[in-house]
């Protein structure tokens, strides 16, 4: 194919935004996506398909089986997870990747989540240290993304929060059944409850309308397209330019580098089968924690036996995701009142400031309930079938609430990602192996924020609850996975440099959700789309200096 100035792999969250930069400042763009473009119509209201319940299968992809991953239990035993199942540790793979079907909760991280081992030290055993960045660097990107992607919220309620130069641009949805029931109590506690910023159209916005509220929504594409992603944002934005074209169904199965060490372009596997290659000046991986770890360690030559960036073993180390904590309430009265997206209500006075503790987390109402997701929030007690099965979930749907959030993830070296030696996909290529396990005070916090979930509850007036504060068996990723290709000054401690650049390679970058140094106690979403903005525009300005040729 004809040569381009750079490659995206991966277009989701942070893939599309950089596309749309470099597409807008006059680059030549090829986009790659392994998934399809789905929208609202091929996929129905399906309550037991959705990204929340795969055990049908992904509606948003892997669309089969022939993806498999590899994990390592605690005793030391491999185990083969499809993508149907939770221990894959799927995010989703599509035009838009997660932000096409998730909840969209938008959060910027607090400026203490970017010195973490200043602010508190490292505990042993764990791998924190603080960013090669500060979040006055990416407050400018942060507003950005509120802007272009479009974001809704009212900041007002708390202090907790960085400082902002500008409002965000929607006000929030008006407030729910579970909002007038949590927030003077949350208030009677002493908290500054406020409504969740979201990636979600409140009013009419760019375009496209707002949000009808309906109860498919985290899990689902959105029927109005009311909810922001890059698959409605920066993607049609980066096409439109016509520098950009975008493949989907390919599979990227290598970066090919020259016998200077300096990426010259991809492998790859089109929608009928047939390998190919797409040449480029630069080459960008936005593939997501998990896959962009795994395209640089299967991308092995002889200047790189151990794959791209990985000369001090540290490509798939200190991989994250959150360890979600919380308690449901169960009241005599009603609580549900069937408006989406339900998640409406939360407290960041939690994330910082705990003596003793390393962190903490925003807590907030969980997003609607499906009838499915009752299945492990009714009381332990209760049988999985049957009668008293069905009464329960009579008494219990329409009267209760689930309080929960993402704990602040300690990181571990021993945490990673590396290539299974045995086993591969369809594509013949050696496919993801995770390995160790989540730090243990990451249990410690999230121990401590179930209990602080379950005082809110109490306070509304739940007259019973359970706590939710499991201890997973695995290394936690998922839908939040993040920290493979760690962001650092150092290239003994880390992949890219604060630009995103990999210390090895000047014209190879790493831009998703794999150079997060720590992840924070919020969904990390906007704080993706941020870095992404902030890498691409010193890969621009870098670009109209020296095109990246020494």
């Not at 203490?112 to 042993?124: E, L, N, V």
């Amino acid at each position: 194919m004809n040569r381009v100035n750079a490659v995206v792999v991966g277009a989701g969250a942070a893939g599309g935004i950089v596309a749309k930069a470099l597409s807008t400042a006059g680059l030549s763009v090829v986009l790659f996506e392994r998934g399809k473009w789905y929208t609202a119509n091929d996929c129905r209201k399906d309550d037991l398909r959705n990204q929340r319940t795969t055990v049908l299968g992904n509606a948003f992809g892997p669309d089969d089986e022939g993806n498999p991953r590899v994990w390592v239990d605690v005793a030391g035993a491999t185990h083969i997870a499809l993508p149907s199942e939770g221990a894959y540790q799927n995010n989703a793979a599509c035009v838009g990747g997660g932000t096409l079907s998730y909840g969209a909760q938008a959060w910027r991280y607090l400026p203490q989540d970017f010195r973490m081992r200043s602010t508190y030290g490292a505990p042993a055993g764990s791998s924190l240290e603080d960013w090669p960045i500060t979040y006055d660097d990416l407050e400018p990107f942060y507003e950005k993304a509120e802007y272009e992607i479009g974001i809704s919220g009212d900041y007002s309620g708390t202090p907790f929060h960085g400082p902002r130069r500008r409002d965000l641009p929607m006000p929030p949805l008006p407030p729910n059944r579970e909002f007038e029931i949590l927030e003077p109590a949350a208030k009677r506690l002493g908290l500054h409850p406020f409504h969740i910023p979201m990636a979600r159209n409140s009013v009419p916005y760019n375009g496209r309308g707002p949000c009808m509220r309906c109860r498919w929504c985290v899990g689902f594409a959105c029927e109005v397209d009311a909810k922001n992603g890059s698959q409605n944002t920066v993607i049609p934005t980066a096409l439109a330019t016509g520098n950009c074209v975008l493949h989907t169904e390919c599979m990227v199965t290598e970066i090919l580098t020259d016998d200077r060490g300096r990426a010259r372009g991809v492998s790859w596997i089109d929608e009928h089968g047939h390998r190919r290659q797409q040449l480029s000046d630069i080459v960008v991986v936005s593939a997501c924690a998990i896959e962009s770890a795994r395209l640089l360690l299967n991308s092995k030559s002889r200047l790189f036996p151990n794959g791209l960036g990985n000369r001090y073993d540290q490509v798939g180390r200190n991989l994250q995701g959150h360890h979600y904590t919380g308690a449901t309430g169960y009241f005599d009265f009603e609580t549900y009142d069937d408006v989406g997206p339900g998640a409406s209500i939360a407290v960041t006075d939690y994330n910082h400031g705990t003596p003793g503790l390393c962190g903490g987390g925003m807590l907030a109402n969980e997003f609607i309930r499906l009838p499915i997701h009752m299945l492990d929030r009714l009381p332990g007690e209760t049988p999985r079938w049957g009668p008293a099965h069905k009464q329960a979930m009579r008494a219990y749907h329409r009267r209760s609430i689930v309080v929960m959030g993402p704990t602040q993830q300690i990181p571990t070296a021993a945490g990673r990602v590396t290539v299974d030696p045995g086993v591969k996909d369809k594509w013949d290529l050696p496919v993801a192996r995770f390995e160790g396990n989540v730090h243990p005070h990451t249990f410690e916090i999230g121990e401590i924020q179930a209990r602080r979930a379950e005082a809110w509850l109490k306070e509304a007036g739940a007259l019973r609850t359970s706590i939710g504060a499991g201890k997973p068996s695995l290394v936690s990723a998922g839908q939040h996975q993040a920290g493979t290709c760690r962001m650092g000054d150092d290239p003994h401690g880390s992949v890219v440099n604060k630009n995103c650049q990999l210390h090895d390679i000047d014209n190879l970058f790493v831009i998703d959700s794999s150079v997060h140094v720590t992840n924070g106690g919020f969904n990390p979403v906007l704080t993706i789309m941020a870095i992404a903005y902030f890498a691409s525009d010193s890969l621009v300005r870098n670009w109209k200096g020296t095109q990246f040729r020494s």
